[in-house]
């Protein structure tokens, strides 16, 4: 390998040092920066995620307060209370699911978040219902998607 450098003219040893060192910055930039780069906009977006899902929360969590001096009726059973309550404020369910252990699991149509939490709010306080588990996101248009909602009647 020595003996085949040696006999190479100086301008042809320039031009592979120069490849050379294209080669190393182009490999540099494949495998470290780009990854890096992708990495950084896909924590920004997961960043914002959070923040809207924190807002969404604490709006759902200041209307809750605000509207929980009123007592609730436990005279509607829980599938009842959440059909008629959904009706009323005009929120399609999609799926409603079977009673088990008390909860019933729903799935609404895609709604706008103000609309859905004053439902909880207005379940919470009018028929004594809680919500045990959601998974909620926010949809680029502005809805919320209300994958899974589990419902229970609060002790």
Not at 107 to 114: E, L, R, V
């Amino acid at each position: 390998m020595t003996g085949w450098w040696n006999d190479l003219s100086s301008r042809e040893r320039m031009l592979l040092a120069v490849l050379g060192a294209l080669m190393a910055a182009f490999l540099l930039l494949q495998f470290t920066w780009a990854p890096l780069t992708d990495w950084r906009e896909s924590e920004t977006i997961r960043a914002e995620q959070a923040r809207d899902g924190f807002e969404l929360v604490a709006t759902a969590a200041a209307q809750g307060q605000g509207n929980a001096a009123a007592g609730p009726s436990n005279q509607v059973a829980l599938r009842q209370a959440l059909t008629q309550s959904a009706a009323n404020v005009g929120i399609e369910l999609i799926r409603v699911g079977a009673a088990v252990n008390g909860q019933i699991e729903i799935q609404p149509a895609d709604i706008s978040g103000d609309a859905l939490f004053q439902w909880i709010s207005m379940l919470q306080t009018e028929y004594g219902v809680n919500v045990a588990f959601a998974d909620i996101s926010r949809n680029d248009d502005g809805l919320v998607k209300a994958q899974v909602l589990v419902f229970e009647r609060s002790e």
